[in-house]
């Protein structure tokens, strides 16, 4: 991410949420059933975890990742 942001930037830290993925996502996968069953049901595991995100806990960390940079640039206490 640094090497993308001028000179004149700060990185205050970065948050990641996991996002939702798409049918086509869904469909993609099937490709790799019938060759590599281990991989295709890691890969399903990771689509279907991925369909209720973001959560309220997604939000929450956002929230709280946001704070935490106000804070250290001293818009909040």
């Given at each position: 991410i640094l090497a993308f942001l001028p000179s004149d930037n700060r990185y205050m830290g970065a948050y990641f949420c996991r996002?939702?993925?798409s049918p086509e996502i869904r469909q993609s996968y099937d490709r790799f059933r019938g060759d590599k069953a281990a991989t295709w049901e890691k890969m399903m595991q990771e689509y279907e975890a991925s369909s209720t995100h973001p959560d309220n806990q997604d939000l929450l960390r956002a929230n709280i990742f946001v704070d935490e940079v106000f804070h250290r640039i001293g818009i909040r206490k």
């Open positions: 996002g939702k993925m």
